[in-house]
C-alpha cells in the first residue's frame, strides 16, 4: 500500500499536467457544435483507462451522448465498487469574465482555472490516478471496480436511467461512489450522507379566452395575475412555513445530536449572504440556514409569468398568468404523497371565477439520507483520514442528484460520497477552479478507499 | 341642409365602394415593412380631401408616421371645429382567424369587414363624406372645420403631443370632434363624455445578485418571486378595494341621478362574461359592472416576470422578480398624487431582505369628465337624434385617450366623442367590421352637426 500511496506523492506535478489535457477538450453538453469534443473527452478517458490497466473499456452509446465504461475485476472475493462521474462540462459563458480561458488550463495559487476543474472532470482524474497507483506499484487492486462516466450530467442526465436499467448486469456493484460534490470548507473533508428530494408544478391560471384592454374591461374581470399572486401568497406563511396540508407529517425530526454536529460545522451565514449578494438571509422561522439547507423541505417559486413582460408600458388586462412551483423534499416525505396533497391544496385555494391547471413537471426525486455508521460510510471516514490526515465530517446537500435514487433503487447498493469541491470553486460559474492540495488529498484518499473497502464485509 | 342629407342617402352603397378603397391599404404602423402604405392611406386621404373641396391639404412629418392635415374655413364669424382620428391601424395576425381577408374588405349581413373598417378608417371617412355632401351640395360648410388624421394611434401617438403644441396656432379651435368610440349597443346611439385617467409602474424586486441553485440555497434565500407576490396581494382587500392609502380620497361620488342612469343602459352582464369567456365577473363590492368600468378606478397588474418561463422545468431560485401594474384614475383623482401615494406605500410594503425598485412608465393620463349640458354637447345631442332618428344617452368609457388632456390643455376647447362603433365589432382583433347602418346614420349626425353647432355661441 505505501508503495502506491508513494507514487501518488512522487507524480503529484506530473499528475496536474495530464488533468491540464483532459480539460483542454472542450466538452460542453448542452452545444450540438461541441458534439466532437464530446466524443474527443470520452476517447480520451477510454485511451487513458487502457493506459492504466482498466479493462473492457467502451465507448457505450445512449440516444444523446455516450458513457464511457471500464472495469477491473480480478479482486475474486473482494467487493465491487462502482465508480460515478461524468466528463461533460457546463458552457463557459460569459466567457469575458474568465482571468484564463476556459479551456487553457492555468495554476495560479494552487488552484487549477479552467472549466470543468471541480465539476467534474478534476474529481474523475482523481479516481483514475489513485486506480494506477495500485495497478502501477501492485499490478492488481485491492477490491473490483467498475466506472461509470457520463457525458450528459450538465444536460441533466436524460438517458442515464434507461442506461442503468438496461444494463443492470454489467453495473452491478457491492457498493456506489460518487465524486461529483464539494466539501464544505477548505481543511474540513466532509462525506456527503444526504439529498433533498424534489417535486416540481406549473400552475396555470385563466381569467379569460383573450387578453383584453385594461381600460375598457378593468376592474370588472378577473386579473389572473392577481388571483395567482393571492394563491401563491397562501402557500407559506409569515414564518415561512409551508402550509400544504399534511406537509410537515412525514419530515423526520432533527436529533438533538445531528442538530449539535451541524452547529460545530465551520459555516458564516454572514460569508453566504455576502457572496450571494442579498440585503439579507430569510428561511423557515426556528432553523439555522444550515437546517434549512439540509434539513427542512422548501416551496419557491422558480418562474412567473403574465401579461406584457416587454420593455415599457402596454394596459393589457392579461388573460392567463403560470408559475412554476417546486418543493424540495427530505426525509422521510413521500413524492407522490406532497405531489398530491399539493395539487389538492392549490385547487382548493382557487377562486371560482377562474380556470386552473395543475400539472406536474419532471421526474420526481426522492429524498436521501444513508446512516453515517455503514459499514462502508465508516470504511470512507476512515480513507479520507488517512488521505486528508482529518476525521471527514458528515454534511448533507440541499441539492437532489437524480443518479442517487436510481442507483439505491436498481443497484441496492449504498453510495458513498467521496467529494473534493469547495463552494467557492465556480462550479457552472466563470474561473471555475480546483484547490491541488485537494486534488492530492482526494487522490490518496481514493488510493486508501480501496485497501478500506476490501476489509470490510458487504451483503 | 336637407339637400346634403338627400346627397348622403343617394349615395349610401357608392360611400361602402369608396371606404372599401381606403381600406384596401394595410397601413399597419407598428411594422416598419408597411412604411409605403402608411404613406399611400396618407396620400389616398389628401387626395380624397383636395377632392371633396377641402384646403391645405398636407401631409406634415412628425419623428415617425405623417400626420395628414386639411381645412376649410370660409364660414367666418362662426366656430371653428377640429376633427381628430388616425388612419393606421392594427396588425391583422392571426390572419388564420379570418373569415375574408383582412385588407380585402367584404360585406355580409350589412356588416363590412376589413382591419380598420370600425378603427378607424371608417369613422374618419364619415367626417369626410359629411363635409363633402355639404360643399358638393351647397358650396360651403355651416362651420370652420380643421382634420388632424394621425398615423401612429396604434402604437400610443408618440409623436402627437409634441405635434399639437408645435402646431398649436395651426390648430386652434372652438371645438373639437373625436371619432374613434363605441356605442353601447347598436340601436343606442350614445355621447361619451368621460374617460379614464392612467398611471403605470414598474416594480423590481431584486434578492441576489444573480440566479442560484434552487437546490442549493432554496429555503435559506429571500425568493423575490415570493416577496413579489405578498407585496401585490396586499395591494387589494378580499373586496377588490384598493388599499393605496387616500387611494379613493379624490374620488367623486356618483350622484343618485347618474347611478340610476348608467343603471337603465342596455348592458348585460351576462353577454359580457360569455363575451370574454370568463368563469365569472369579479370587482369593487358595491358597484355594478358599468360602474366598475366607468366610474370607479382600478389597480390591475399588466404583467409579471420572475425566473425561468420557458418549457418544462429548471430548478432556479430568481434573483429578481419584475411586476407592472397600471391604475385608471377618475375625476377627481390627481395621477401625481395617486402616483406618489402608490410608490410611497409600495416601498413601505417591501420587506427588507430585498432590494426595491418603482419605476414609473409612460405619460400620465388625467381623468376626464365633461359636463352633459355644456351648449356643444347637446348641439351633438341634436345632431344624433336627428341622424339616428333616437336621442342619445351618455356614456363613459373605462379607457384612457391620450391625445383628450393634450388637447383639453393646450387648446382649452370642449370634446365632443361622435364615436359609431359597436362593442363587438372585434377592433384589434381578427374580423374586425362596422355596421353600415351605423356608418349611414353616423355621416347624417355629422352632416347635422355643422348645422347645430353653427347656432351655438362658444366663448
Chains 1, 2 share one sequence.
Not at 254 to 283: T, V, W
Request: glycine share 8%; hydrophobic share 40%.
Amino acid at each position: 500500500m505505501h508503495r502506491a500511496i508513494a507514487y501518488i506523492q512522487e507524480h503529484r506535478d506530473a499528475f496536474v499536467e495530464e488533468l491540464k489535457s483532459f480539460l483542454r477538450i472542450p466538452s460542453v453538453s448542452t452545444k450540438s457544435d461541441h458534439k466532437g469534443d464530446i466524443q474527443k473527452a470520452a476517447q480520451w478517458l477510454t485511451e487513458h483507462m487502457q493506459r492504466i490497466g482498466l479493462e473492457h473499456t467502451q465507448i457505450l452509446p445512449t440516444a444523446g451522448h455516450p458513457i464511457v465504461y471500464a472495469d477491473w475485476l480480478h479482486a475474486t472475493g473482494k467487493p465491487t465498487a462502482l465508480i460515478y462521474g461524468h466528463y461533460d462540462v457546463q458552457p463557459p459563458e460569459p466567457l469575458e469574465l474568465w482571468v484564463t480561458g476556459p479551456f487553457d488550463p492555468t495554476v495560479r495559487n494552487g488552484e487549477l482555472f479552467a472549466r470543468g476543474a471541480v465539476d467534474d472532470k478534476g474529481q474523475v482524474f482523481m479516481h483514475l490516478k489513485a486506480l494506477e497507483a495500485h495497478l502501477k506499484t501492485q499490478g492488481c487492486l485491492p477490491v473490483n471496480v467498475k466506472l461509470l462516466i457520463e457525458g450528459e450530467e450538465e444536460i441533466g442526465s436524460p438517458n442515464l436511467d434507461r442506461f442503468i436499467m438496461e444494463q443492470k448486469d454489467l453495473l452491478k456493484a457491492d457498493v456506489v461512489v460518487i465524486s461529483d460534490t464539494a466539501m464544505i470548507a477548505k481543511g474540513v473533508p466532509g462525506i456527503t450522507h444526504g439529498l433533498r428530494g424534489l417535486v416540481y408544478f406549473q400552475i396555470d391560471v385563466e381569467g379569460t379566452k383573450s387578453d383584453l384592454h385594461s381600460g375598457g374591461f378593468g376592474g370588472a374581470v378577473v386579473n389572473p395575475a392577481f388571483a395567482l399572486a393571492q394563491l401563491l401568497t397562501q402557500l407559506k406563511d409569515r414564518n415561512g412555513r409551508i402550509t400544504v396540508p399534511g406537509f410537515y407529517d412525514d419530515v423526520r425530526r432533527l436529533p438533538a445530536e445531528e442538530r449539535r454536529a451541524l452547529a460545530g460545522l465551520p459555516f458564516s451565514e454572514k460569508k453566504l449572504q455576502k457572496d450571494i449578494g442579498a440585503p439579507g438571509l430569510f428561511g423557515e422561522k426556528g432553523f439555522t440556514t444550515l437546517e434549512r439547507l439540509w434539513t427542512r423541505p422548501t416551496l419557491e417559486i422558480n418562474g412567473l409569468y403574465s401579461g406584457f413582460i416587454g420593455e415599457g408600458a402596454k394596459t393589457v388586462l392579461p388573460a392567463r398568468a403560470m408559475a412554476k412551483i417546486s418543493m424540495r423534499l427530505v426525509p422521510n416525505q413521500d413524492p407522490a404523497k406532497i405531489a398530491r396533497a399539493f395539487t389538492q391544496y392549490v385547487k382548493r385555494l382557487s377562486p371560482k371565477t377562474v380556470r386552473l391547471k395543475v400539472t406536474e413537471l419532471s421526474g420526481r426525486g426522492t429524498p436521501w439520507l444513508a446512516p453515517t455508521n455503514h459499514p462502508a460510510v465508516q470504511a470512507l471516514a476512515r480513507a479520507i483520514q488517512k488521505g486528508f490526515g482529518k476525521k471527514p465530517v458528515f454534511t448533507r446537500t440541499g441539492g437532489t442528484i437524480a443518479v442517487v435514487p436510481t442507483l439505491d433503487r436498481l443497484l441496492r447498493a449504498p453510495i458513498l460520497f467521496l467529494g473534493i469541491g469547495l463552494p467557492d470553486e465556480n462550479a457552472h460559474a466563470p474561473n471555475e477552479k480546483l484547490d491541488l492540495d485537494n486534488l492530492h488529498h482526494g487522490m490518496l484518499s481514493a488510493a486508501h478507499l480501496w485497501n478500506e473497502l476490501a476489509e470490510v464485509i458487504l451483503l
